[in-house]
């Protein structure tokens, strides 16, 4: 993962200018290459991708409720092994930083039908897993947008294990990035894969020296909500040229796929909604 120096993320445990007793998208801090290291538990709807046999996290994912998460369709595509989600973790080196990590078993994998590995289009994918997953104040969802943000020149935070360099050693813990919300446009005239300027289903972001960067594909962009002080997923990490190469990175939109999110999930807890003027809940 490759921090800018406008933060994004203070704090997400206040009031914030609207009130709310809804339960998603919090952090844990009273107050990536080019990242810093969040503190054990920061973001408790972060989620790590892994392979049962080794444990080790190939993708990042986000909680959104006590037994789905989302990732990117490019970390599920041809995937015959048994994969699971950590939940809770921080440190991958040790299990004494934080007694709330668990595994979960993936039971389902639900790839978007129209997901093209070749130019990355569609690159959502729903999980399920087996057994609930214990919430709690390291554990829990995030806030889903029922309604279009305009994120353009805001700052949104991507958090990952990833690599610390392009090609380089990935991250033992936790890291978190700062990245700026850029004209689509901007993407779409430096790669050649397909990108929507009328229906866009994807979101643009750049900041010098810092990026997302390998491993931390699939995981959560996220927006603080300055009224609500909680976070909200808006984006899944994509794809790249490299890692802070100074163009810009590609992440999955999630309000776009919201729709096809609700109809593949075939049982609903809760599941939480950031609408214009109010926090409200699904069951």
């Known amino acids: 993962m490759k921090d800018d120096n406008i933060n994004s993320d203070e704090h997400g445990k206040g009031p914030g200018s609207r009130h709310t007793n809804c339960s998603c998208g919090w952090t844990n801090k009273a107050r990536v290459v080019g990242g810093k290291e969040t503190i054990p538990n920061e973001y408790p709807l972060m989620a790590g991708l892994i392979q049962k046999k080794d444990n080790d996290i190939i993708c990042g994912g986000a909680i959104i409720t006590r037994r789905h998460a989302i990732t990117a369709a490019h970390c599920t595509f041809g995937e015959k092994r048994t994969l699971a989600l950590i ?116 979101l643009c972001t750049r900041a010098n020296g810092k990026d997302a960067c390998q491993g931390d594909s699939g995981g959560p962009v996220t927006w603080l909500d300055p009224e609500t002080n909680m976070y909200t997923l808006v984006g899944v990490v994509s794809y790249g040229k490299g890692c802070a190469s100074g163009v810009p990175g590609v992440n999955t939109d999630v309000y776009s796929y919201l729709d096809w999110i609700l109809e593949n999930m075939s049982e609903y807890t809760k599941l939480y909604f950031i609408k214009f003027n109010k926090i409200s809940s699904i069951l």
Not at 115 to 127: K, R
Not at 177 to 202: F, G, M, T
Request: glycine share 6%.
């Open 87 to 202: 939940a809770g973790e921080h440190d991958l080196t040790t299990n004494k930083e934080t007694k709330r990590t668990k595994i979960y078993i993936v039971s389902q994998i639900i790839q978007h039908e129209q997901y093209d590995d070749d130019t990355c289009v569609f690159d959502i994918s729903l999980l399920v897993v087996k057994r609930k997953m214990e919430f709690n104040e390291a554990v829990g969802p995030a806030c889903l947008p029922s309604t279009p943000i305009d994120l353009s020149g805001q700052y949104v935070k991507v958090t990952g294990w990833g690599n610390l360099a392009d090609n380089g050693k990935s991250s033992n813990v936790l890291m978190k990035v700062n990245l700026k919300v850029i004209p689509l446009e901007e993407c779409a005239s430096n790669y050649k894969s397909p990108i929507d300027l009328v229906k866009p289903h994807q």
